[in-house]
Every structure is written in C-alpha cells, then in structure tokens.
T-cell receptor
Framework: AAGVIQSPRHLIKEKRETATLKCYPI?????VYWYQQGPGQDPQFLIS???????DKGSIPDRFSAQQFSDYHSELNMSSLELGDSALYFC????????????FGPGTRLTVL | EDQVTQSPEALRLQEGESSSLNCSYT??????LFWYRQDPGKGPEFLFT???AGEEKEKERLKATLTKKESFLHITAPKPEDSATYLC????????????FGTGTRLTIIP
C-alpha cells in the first residue's frame, strides 16, 4: 500500500515569502499530523486534524496555518518566512484518533535564504 | 508537561555486539509508547507500539520492552544496516493526539 505522500520534497524560499506544503495521507486514514524537525533535533508537533477539523495544536507560529480537505489531504501554509523556519517538515497519518501509531511521510526540506 | 529522555545520545557497536537503548518518560497518562527508526533526511519509520507495563514486542533483531517509567529497545547481533537514529515517543490520553519525542539515540554498527 502507498505510504504518506508529501510535496514538494525540497523547497527554497527567500525571507518574508510564503510556502505551501502538501500531504496526502495513507488511504482510509482520517487523521493527519504535522511536525517540524530542525537539524539534529527531534520532531516537534505543530498541528493535527481529524475528519477535517483541527484536533490538537502544538508550538505552531501564528504565521502558519493548516487545513484538511474533503479528500483528507492537508496543506500547511507558511507566511512571512524566517531563517529559523528552515527545517524538515513531516506529515504523518493514522487510521483514527486514540492509541494508534502514526505513519510518517518522507518530509519536505524547507530552506529559507 | 510530558518529558521523554533517551540514552545514550550516540552508541557505536561492533557488528554482532548486542546492546540496549533506554527511553525514560514522565507523562500524565500514557496512551502508548512508540519506537521509530529514522535514517538521515528521511521520515521516521514506525517500529513498535507498547501500551502497558510488562508488554514486549519483537521484530527481527529488535525487541522493545516497557515498564511504568521506561522502555528499552534491545538490539541483538546487530548488522551495519541497523545503523540509524532510534526515536522514542509517547502519546498521552487526555485528548492529545500529538507524539512527544525524545532526542533519539544515534546508533552506528561497525562492520
């Protein structure tokens, strides 16, 4: 079965620009999570969605927003990019809320110049 | 606040030399403890979920165990392809779905 798909895989932006990251969850997975991983750091939770509604929020800057669409794919929108936003951004999906493992995508490497 | 601490930070082993990685956790209510493997520049790969103290799970050369305060990932007779960063994460049961990760153990297996 296909895994989580993320696009683009690499993205280079200038400071103050905007970026949109896309995530396509595993088929029949209705919960999507976004994580940010800086160099040498562990993944930090940003935000999650269940059945197209925001279900939990972590340390996500106000400059970032996200949503989940009717086909369950999700987009992370990032505005007024800063140098410190350079990181790997992972999307993960799980079948439903509760004690279920999350399956991660390959990530989008964002570089802000 | 949920906390996850992994040790050691880095571990170098000879091929075939067995060892264990530690994950200590402090959470308000454990929903599950998860082990992931991460290769450089790639997404974490799911390995195991443990739900209650005393539970054990195995997969090839890996075995994960759980107590009320910590989890161990035992690696038996490792091979060079086992080299990776191993991440431990916890999920709690107060409506939070997020995973809180430890900083990982970077494992290197020397041929």
């Amino acid at each position: 079965a296909a895994g989580v798909i993320q696009s683009p895989r690499h993205l280079i932006k200038e400071k103050r620009e905007t970026a949109t990251l896309k995530c396509y969850p595993i088929s029949r997975h209705d919960t999507v999570y976004w994580y940010q991983q800086g160099p040498g750091q562990d993944p930090q939770f940003l935000i999650s969605f269940y059945e197209k509604m925001q279900s939990d929020k972590g340390s996500i800057p106000d400059r970032f927003s996200a949503q989940q669409f009717s086909d369950y794919h999700s987009e992370l929108n990032m505005s007024s990019l800063e140098l410190g936003d350079s990181a790997l951004y992972f999307c993960a999906s799980s079948p439903n809320t509760g004690a279920n493992e999350q399956f991660f995508g390959p990530g989008t490497r964002l570089t802000v110049l | 606040e949920d906390q996850v601490t992994q040790s050691p930070e880095a571990l170098r082993l000879q091929e075939g030399e067995s060892s264990s990685l530690n994950c200590s956790y402090t959470v308000s209510g454990l929903r599950g403890l998860f082990w992931y493997r991460q290769d450089p520049g790639k997404g974490p790969e799911f390995l195991f979920t443990l739900y209650s103290a005393g539970e054990e799970k195995e997969k090839e050369r890996l075995k994960a165990t759980l107590t009320k305060k910590e989890s161990f990932l035992h690696i038996t007779a490792p091979k060079p392809e086992d080299s990776a960063t191993y991440l431990c994460a916890v999920g709690t049961n107060f409506g939070n779905e997020k995973l809180t990760f430890g900083t990982g153990t970077r494992l290197t297996i020397i041929p």
